[in-house]
């Protein structure tokens, strides 16, 4: 299926042409039809599946007839919001739809929180088109009268599972207030849990469902990989996993912001040139860190979960779970970082035997074993303990395409954890 085929309008083709996109993603194929309709949608799609540009061109051309180059800030309301969870989400939005939207004379701006109010209040006074805010931010502007929902026709709201799992609920009810009751809805989330069914029941208005991946699915483009190793060497087994590999560019994931913090600091001083990006850190640094790792001045950048939604790094190679979620969803969050639109990427698990049932967990949700392999030299103590019991042969059945794969040696044993 060609971009030709959606309905888009010219001047949009030519953008999508620009950025190289040759072919609409599943997502963009289901869903720009339907939002140029003007229906409502309910779309289950993951990060990393071109969800962005999947409502933001058909809302680019449903917005178009609107665009004018008055400077009467009257002549702008806003007439789209689009509510992220996360200000990194917010901000890799808005530059969409700045890119995608660079030939319609629209205005768009993105407010969020941990920055000083006045320079949002200023531009929101200017007049805007498309706002991409958090929910926190948009009520503080609001109640200073510098947002004006009104006349607001299009609503998105962006990983809605994160903002229920964030707890933002109260705060999208008060938003939902101050939108007209007839206007477009669309609700894009990971996953389709019973609170986002009871949120997509209680909000949208006869809507399309799409879904690009079943619930639970990691990208198909991704090689999945567990090493089995003992908690006290899992820092070591990580530094040689990326020096021995020559990896660029892991995003580490652990469960605490301490956690981060500590990891980036034992690689950095080891010999991986490491930031930690978190949500105690303020957001200039955490803007900071992401640039200098995405222009490859340092190696790893080490996450929380929630610090990690929304970034937007192309075609990420490497994935690692230093420790595994808590939540099984988050660990498909976390793979979805890499083999993003169609690019191949690795996601590597450090699994100590405590972390067991997570990664029973993972893979009841996967429906799947994941691949595992014991690094010579990292051999874990209690590998013949249950339930991360010895392998039961070598290469049974790995898929391949993993970057050490090649170096395997005969020492190396690789099967799945059933
Ligand atoms: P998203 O799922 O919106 O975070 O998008 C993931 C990445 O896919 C972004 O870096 C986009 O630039 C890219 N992308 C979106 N649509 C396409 C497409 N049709 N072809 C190739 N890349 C795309």
Same mark, same amino acid.
């Given at each position: 299926m060609t971009f030709e085929?959606?309905?888009l309008?010219?001047?949009l083709l030519r953008t999508v042409a620009e950025e190289g996109y040759t072919e609409p993603t599943p997502v963009q194929q289901r869903a720009?039809?339907?939002v140029l309709s003007g229906r409502d949608i309910l779309a289950a799609a993951q990060t990393g599946t071109g969800k962005t540009a999947a409502f933001t061109l058909p809302i680019l051309d449903r917005l178009a007839p609107y665009a004018n180059t008055s400077f009467s800030p009257a002549r702008h309301p806003v007439r789209c919001l689009v509510l992220t969870p996360t200000r990194e989400l917010a901000v890799q939005v808005s530059e969409s739809v700045k890119t995608y939207g660079r030939h319609v004379p629209l205005r768009a701006a993105v407010v969020y929180g941990g920055v000083p109010l006045d320079p949002q209040i200023k531009e929101l006074r200017g007049g805007i088109e498309i706002l991409v805010a958090t929910p926190g931010r948009l009520l503080d502007l609001v109640g200073q009268k510098a947002a004006n929902l009104a006349q607001a026709e299009i609503l998105v709201?962006?990983?809605a599972d994160r903002m229920l799992d964030m707890g933002f609920m109260p705060d999208i009810r008060r938003i939902l207030d101050l939108l007209l009751a007839r206007k477009q809805t669309l609700l894009f989330s990971a996953t389709f849990s019973d609170d986002i069914k009871r949120l997509a029941g209680s909000i949208l208005n006869n809507p399309e469902t799409v879904e690009v991946s079943r619930? #639970? *699915? @990691? @990208?198909? *483009?991704v090689n999945q990989l567990v090493y089995p190793v003992d908690r006290e060497r899992k820092e070591e087994l990580l530094a040689h996993l990326i020096i021995e590999g020559d990896w660029h560019q892991v995003l580490v994931f652990t469960r605490t912001k301490l956690a981060a913090s500590r990891l980036a600091s034992w690689l950095d001083r080891h010999g991986v040139a490491s930031t930690a990006i978190h949500s105690d850190r303020a957001q200039s640094d955490r803007t900071k860190a992401l640039e200098a790792f995405k222009a490859g001045e340092i190696r790893c950048l080490v996450a929380t979960d929630? @610090? @990690?939604?929304?970034?937007?790094?192309d075609a990420l190679p490497h994935v690692v779970n230093f420790e595994l979620p808590w939540n099984p969803e988050d660990y498909v969050h976390r793979v979805g970082r890499t083999g993003r639109a169609g690019a191949s990427g690795n996601a590597i698990s450090l699994v100590t035997i405590d972390e067991a049932d997570l990664l029973r967990s993972v893979q009841r949700l996967l429906q799947r074993a994941i691949d595992w392999e014991v690094e010579p030299g990292f051999e874990p103590r209690q590998r013949d303990a249950q339930p991360l019991r010895a392998p039961r042969g070598a290469g049974s059945s790995s898929s391949g #395409?993993?970057?050490?794969s090649s170096s395997a040696s005969s020492s190396r044993r690789r099967t799945s954890v059933a």
């Open positions: 085929e959606l309905g309008s010219p001047v720009i039809p339907i709201l962006d990983e619930h #639970g *699915t @990691a @990208a198909e *483009t929630v @610090a @990690a939604r929304g970034l937007d790094i #395409g993993r970057s050490r």
